[in-house]
């Protein structure tokens, strides 16, 4: 019996080390755009969205700033294609790099959900969603450019965000 106990103890307390030991584990960035963690939350934003996008609507990724592969496999129902700026006309949604990359994406579809990984371009109002993973996890939300494109948002997304 006092074996079982040991046991159990030890099992449990290499579990949680492993555990500990995973989960300090720094993300990894995907070529100089977002890293997994930024992926699979700006993934979930698709859920808030009040107007959801109808299966097989297109997300446009521009180049670098997420990997299409791991997109693809968090966001089943749409179809997800690496393109360029002039690409965007015709989609719900894009991933950006950067504040200049948005503001051009906007004027050519205003209507569309941008995403990136920079705080500046939310400030600039140019993306409506930009996740950070690095000190802590954090999504931001521009409440002006989600306005400006139509969109708006679950007011549970809402609490779990920063407005700016």
């Known amino acids: 019996m006092k074996r079982w106990r040991l046991a159990v103890i030890v099992c449990w307390g290499v579990g949680w080390l492993i555990g500990w030991l995973i989960g300090s584990i720094p993300s990894v960035a995907i070529a100089g755009g977002m890293d997994v963690k930024q992926v699979r939350i700006a993934a979930k934003v698709f859920s ?3 107007n959801k996008p ?3 609507a297109i997300i446009i990724v521009l180049s670098g700033a997420a990997d299409p592969a791991l ?12 393109g360029h700026i002039p690409d965007v006309a015709g989609a719900v949604a894009v991933f950006v790099n950067s ?3 948005a503001a051009a994406v906007k004027s050519i579809n205003p209507r569309i ?3 990136g990984t920079d ?3 939310v400030d600039a109002h140019a993306c409506i969603v930009a996740v950070e993973t690095i000190p802590r996890i954090s999504v931001y939300l521009s409440r002006a450019a ?3 494109a139509g969109i708006d948002f679950d007011t549970s997304f809402k609490m779990l965000v920063t407005e700016r």
């Not at 997109?71 to 690496?82: D, H, R, V, W």
């Open 146 to 148: 989600a306005s400006s």
């Open 119 to 121: 705080l500046g371009c």
């Open 48 to 50: 808030f969205l009040q």
């Open 113 to 115: 959900l941008i995403i």
């Open 54 to 56: 109808p299966p097989g």
């Open 71 to 82: 997109l693809a496999t968090t966001l089943q129902t749409f179809k997800i294609s690496e």
């Open 99 to 101: 504040t200049a990359e």
